[in-house]
Nanobody, 124 residues
């Protein structure tokens, strides 16, 4: 079964950092652009970060642009979302997905494989 698996979520204090991982299982991530999304309970899922398939250029939504970075390692078949200066507003379920292309605001389009999500809670 082709899927992506997120990990690394948890509870972190405001101002803290957390790194999420997205690993391909049965799917080779090198063939895809990869996006990170998050969803707050009761709200729509939003795209926040995206890394392109070939040149690894990255794009971010404005609210995370100065705080989050995204990187990928083709050998490890993994993409990471490094999150710093976290605030309670970053509390959400975070998902990664494979897809076709990234928009300049960090949203991945043409999505295919989705993970099950990992919970990030920012609270003191």
């Amino acid at each position: 079964q082709e899927q992506v698996v997120e990990s690394g979520g948890g509870l972190v204090r405001p101002g803290g950092s957390l790194t999420l991982s997205c690993t391909g299982s049965g799917v080779t991530l090198t063939g895809w652009s990869i996006g990170w999304f998050r969803q707050v309970t009761g709200k729509e899922r939003e795209g926040i970060a995206c890394v392109r398939r070939l040149d690894h250029l990255t794009y971010f939504e404005d609210s995370v642009k100065a705080r989050f970075t995204i990187s990928r390692d083709n050998v490890k078949n993994t993409v990471w979302l490094q999150m710093t200066s976290l605030t309670p507003e970053d509390t959400a379920v975070y998902y990664c997905a494979t897809g076709a292309f990234c928009s300049e605001n960090g949203t991945l389009y043409g999505t295919d494989h989705w993970g099950q999500g990992t919970q990030v809670t920012v609270s003191s």
